[in-house]
């Protein structure tokens, strides 16, 4: 046991002696800073959003029956009117056969019955012909007036349900989705084929409460699409009075200039201006610490780090407003703020390159 404690002892002597002045000798981390700037801006919220169409129906069925005949596929462009699907239809054929043939034999009876009613009228001045006879008569025809009316009214109910036997396209647009064949068996009320209009569209996107204070109906915006190169106006079409109670957002809704540029469903970025265009303050936004509810940034004063608590404003370009905290001009950490701390020595090296704030370039 004892040697075992002298053989330790003796490893522990024989191992090199930290060296005091390592730590003065390594040299001070390098830190990229760009100073704050005092310009005029306008501040702005990027909020995301979905391209939405304005027209897109699924076709129903309004009536049981076999699919005979679907003449297009997914992705066809259609127009208005042309015919989707068809339904078999020889039985309601028959019945309209039938109904025709009711038709023509109340209307030989109507006919028949004026026919003795415009005889009976001559005969009414003379003793041949009774006032209960002619008021029969006159019944009469009333009578099969009515029944002609019936056989009419239900020649045209046939008449609609034989439309129903064929659906066609409420209004041009092409084929998104295709849920029946022919040989299918189909009920009333199944959906059998989905139509979309790729020239009306808009963007719904749910706005955040403090945001959507500052707005109203007819104010404008710039929509991104994925392909940075394509933007159009997007003017605020409705703002819902309905807030989500967790989120708190509310629903709106934006009609797009040019909405060719757009496809049903994909992401776009709406850049919402707000107030008027005044001087501030402003970092960039890798400055910015989040700590809690507060933020702060790490400020080179010479070579040495301080911590600036700040408060932010709305968001700029690549820049936040700061409100308090900051000057014009100071020197703000943007990389490598995650490894210093205040008071320590840094080597400071100027952020190179062009950033944007709000369509100008920073000097």
């Known amino acids: 046991m004892r040697a075992s404690f002298f053989f330790i002892l003796s490893v522990v002597l024989l191992l090199p002696l930290p060296n005091p002045l390592h730590a003065e000798n ?29 027209l897109e129906s699924t076709l129903a069925s309004r009536v049981n029956g076999f699919v005979v005949s679907t003449p297009f596929q997914v992705g066809d462009r259609v127009e208005a009117g042309a015919d989707l699907v068809m339904l078999e239809s020889l039985d309601s054929q028959r019945e309209k056969q039938i109904q025709q043939a009711v038709i023509a034999e109340a209307a030989a009876h109507l006919s028949r019955a004026r026919n003795n009613l415009a005889r009976d009228k001559k005969l009414q001045n003379t003793p041949a012909l009774s006032r209960q006879r002619l008021a029969d008569r006159t019944a009469e025809v009333a009578i099969k007036a009515a ?26 647009g092409i084929i998104t989705e295709k849920r029946v064949s022919p040989g299918e068996w189909i009920t009333a009320g199944q959906g059998v084929v989905t139509v979309l209009d790729p020239t009306q569209l808009e963007v719904e996107a749910l706005i955040p409460a403090t945001v959507a204070d500052s707005l109203s109906v007819g104010v404008t915006a710039q929509a991104t699409f994925p392909k940075q190169s394509q933007t159009s106006v997007a003017t605020l079409r409705a703002l819902l009075p309905r807030q989500n109670p967790i989120s708190r957002n509310r629903p709106s809704y934006w009609t797009l200039e040019q909405p060719h540029q757009a496809i049903a469903g994909e992401s776009v970025s709406l850049t919402i201006p707000l107030g008027e265009k005044a001087t501030m303050v402003l970092a960039l936004k890798d400055a910015i610490i989040r700590q809690g509810k507060g933020s702060l940034v790490f400020v080179v004063d010479t070579d040495t780090i301080r911590a600036a608590p700040v408060q932010l404003g709305p968001s700029v370009g690549h820049y936040f407003q700061i409100r308090e905290g900051l000057q014009a001009g100071e020197q703000v950490v943007v990389r490598g703020n995650e490894r210093v701390r205040p008071g320590q020595k840094v080597r400071p090296i100027q952020l190179t390159g062009a950033d944007t704030v709000s369509g100008e370039q920073s000097p």
């Open 26 to 54: 390594t040299p001070a981390p390098l830190v990229v800073v760009s100073a704050t700037l005092e310009k005029p801006a306008q501040p702005h919220a990027a909020i995301p959003g979905t391209v939405i169409p304005l």
């Open 147 to 172: 029944i002609l009316n019936r056989a009419k009214a239900r020649l045209n109910q046939i008449q609609d349900q034989l439309s129903w036997h064929r659906m066609t396209a409420p209004f041009s």
